[in-house]
DNA sequence: CATCGACATAACGACAGTGTGATAGTACAT
DNA sequence: ATGTACTATCACACTGTCGTTATGTCGATG
């Protein structure tokens, strides 16, 4: 139950996701993130190394640069399911709002 | 971005995820969350507060007793989605040390 | 080998979240 | 009314995390 919740920290962060959705199209070097988010470089890079030692995203060095890539594309899955859940919790809370009302 | 990371936010404590457990087989009251769980009554109050504040969760006073229960039970489909990720991801991280071994 | 770009890490300050113990509020029974 | 369970909230200390600035490291290139 522990590391079920230490899963969902690794996604519970604006910045992290912000990362995750810059590699939804595959794998990026570290600049590439950085330009793609506007992160600045040393945060993009603790990111990268949290969602590495969480086993989401596999670090591959290629000459001076060093790519990054989701290993399972699920996760993907995971955010659009809790995305999809999110919304429809809005929503039931405005019908819960407009009932009062 | 901001409000789903919030959204993983909410499971990302085990405390809170052992409240969300014990709500798995429907309404209950905060005493029975508390022997359930094992945990402080003023801690249970304060996790069911944010789940009802977060929309997970419906309050629902009944006499002197304060009962609480899961509005959509999808969230229990997320959470499961979750554990089955977070297991293949620790498998390929044992396989990826295999590997090297 | 000197340098330059790319990436990683360290140190720090700021802030948010957690758990606890004490206390307050509330319905109910006697 | 008073006491008793149930629930909520407060104040506090503690810890963890985030972002920044500065610096370190490594590979490529001249």
Request: hydrophobic share 50%; no cysteine.
């Amino acid at each position: 139950m522990e590391a079920l919740a230490d899963y969902f920290k690794v996604f519970s962060e604006p910045n992290r996701l912000a990362v995750l959705d810059a590699l939804r199209g595959g794998a990026l070097n570290v600049t590439a993130v950085v330009e793609r988010t506007g992160l600045s470089q040393a945060l993009v890079s603790k990111h990268l190394k949290l969602l590495t030692i969480a086993g989401v995203v596999r670090r591959r060095p290629e000459g001076s640069l060093v790519f990054y890539e989701v290993i399972d594309k699920n996760v993907f899955r995971l955010i659009q399911q809790a995305d999809k859940l999110l919304l429809a919790t809005r929503r039931q809370q405005l019908d819960a709002l407009v009932a009062i009302l």
